[in-house]
């Protein structure tokens, strides 16, 4: 997690094959996912958000790999620590 904007831009173009200024928002979490690393491109540059857990862990979705991609929702629930493994998600129109 020492990484910081040119280094996590930098495994996102050369990992994902993916450009950092897309508006995609790039999640990083480390081994022991008690932190989280959000790399996101707004107008005029890079924001990098990092949060740290003083206790727990993040839950994950079972689908998660190198890149995997999830709805806003389901992201704000893993920030905020909430597991929706077993909650059900409602048809909505898209």
């Given at each position: ?30 081994k022991q ?57 409602r048809r909505?129109?898209?």
């Amino acid at each position: 997690m020492r990484k910081g904007f040119d280094g996590l831009s930098g495994l996102v173009t050369n990992e994902l094959g993916r450009s950092p200024m897309e508006g995609s928002v790039f999640v990083f979490i480390n081994k022991q996912r008690n932190q989280m690393k959000l790399l996101h491109w707004e107008r005029g540059g890079l924001v990098l958000f990092q949060k740290r857990l003083e206790a727990g862990r993040f839950s994950l979705p079972e689908k998660t790999n190198t890149d995997c991609n999830l709805s806003w929702p389901e992201l704000v629930l893993i920030v905020e620590g909430i597991s929706y493994v077993g909650l059900k998600k409602r048809r909505r129109y898209e």
